[in-house]
C-alpha cells in the first residue's frame, strides 16, 4: 500500500485476554519494526523483521509478547494474558533503506 | 548504551517565529531521523539525515556527526507545526533510540 497501515486503531480489552495487533508495511518494504510508546515518552524499540525473519527481538518484555511475519509482508504482534501495564500505543514501521515510515499506531488501553 | 538528549524540552512560540532544536548524542551513530508527533498522535517522518543539511519547505536540518549533534530549524512557525519533535539514532542497521522529545506549541 501506499503507507503503513496498522488496525485496530483503538483497542480496548480485559485483563487477561490475549490481543493481536497487526501492521501491513508499504509494499515491498523488506525491514519490518515494532515500537512501543508510553504517554509523554519516545517510542522503544520491540522486534525487527527482515523479510520474514524476525532477527532481534530483544525489546521485546517478556514472553506473553510475541511477534511474526509468515510471508515477510503482513506482521502480527501478539500479547498474551493482557496486563494493566501493557497500555501504551503499538508503533509498526517499515523500512526500504533511507528511514522508517510509521503506521498511525494501535492505543491498547487495558482495563 | 547510547544517549540521546534533545532541547529545549518545551518551546511556546508566537506564529511567524523561527525556531532551532537540537539533538546530542553520545555515541557515533549511522543513521539518524527527525519526526514530528501531530496533536493527533501520527508520528510524521521528516528529515532521514545521517550527516550534512537538508532542506524541505519551512523546515531544514543540519547533522554533524563527528560532532555528534544534530539540529532541525523551523522557520515562519504555523499553528500546524504544534506537537512533539523526536529525533532517532541508529548506530547499527535498523534499531532506533529516541530522545524524550521537544513539545512544541504554536499561538496563533
Known amino acids: 500500500g501506499a503507507g503503513v497501515s496498522q488496525s485496530p486503531r483503538y483497542k480496548v480489552t480485559k485483563r487477561g485476554q490475549d490481543v493481536a495487533l497487526r501492521c501491513d508495511p508499504i509494499?515491498?518494504?523488506?525491514?519490518l519494526y515494532w515500537y512501543r510508546q508510553a504517554l509523554g515518552q519516545g517510542p522503544e524499540f520491540l522486534t525487527y523483521f527482515n523479510y520474514e525473519a524476525q532477527q532481534d527481538k530483544s525489546g521485546l518484555p517478556n514472553d506473553r509478547f510475541s511477534a511474526e511475519r509468515p510471508e515477510g509482508s503482513i506482521s502480527t504482534l501478539t500479547i498474551q494474558r493482557t496486563e494493566q501495564r501493557d497500555s501504551a500505543m503499538y508503533r509498526c514501521?517499515?523500512?526500504?533503506?533511507?528511514?522508517?515510515?510509521f503506521g498511525s499506531g494501535t492505543r491498547l488501553t487495558v482495563v | 548504551g547510547i544517549q540521546v538528549e534533545q532541547s529545549p524540552p518545551d518551546l511556546i512560540l508566537q506564529e511567524g517565529a523561527n525556531s532551532t532544536l537540537r539533538c546530542n548524542f553520545s555515541d557515533s551513530v549511522n543513521n539518524l531521523q527527525w519526526f514530528h508527533q501531530n496533536p493527533w498522535g501520527q508520528l510524521i517522518n521528516l528529515f532521514y539525515i545521517p550527516s550534512g543539511t537538508k532542506q524541505n519547505g519551512r523546515l531544514s536540518a543540519t547533522t554533524v556527526a563527528t560532532e555528534r549533534y544534530s539540529l532541525l530549524y523551523i522557520s515562519s512557525s504555523q499553528t500546524t507545526d504544534s506537537g512533539v519533535y523526536f529525533c532517532?539514532?541508529?548506530?547499527?542497521?535498523?534499531?532506533?533510540?529516541f530522545g524524550t522529545g521537544t513539545r512544541l506549541k504554536v499561538l496563533a
Open positions: 532517532a539514532v541508529g548506530t547499527g542497521t535498523y534499531k532506533y533510540i
Open positions: 509494499s515491498g518494504h523488506v525491514s
Open positions: 514501521a517499515s523500512s526500504g533503506g533511507g528511514g522508517y515510515t
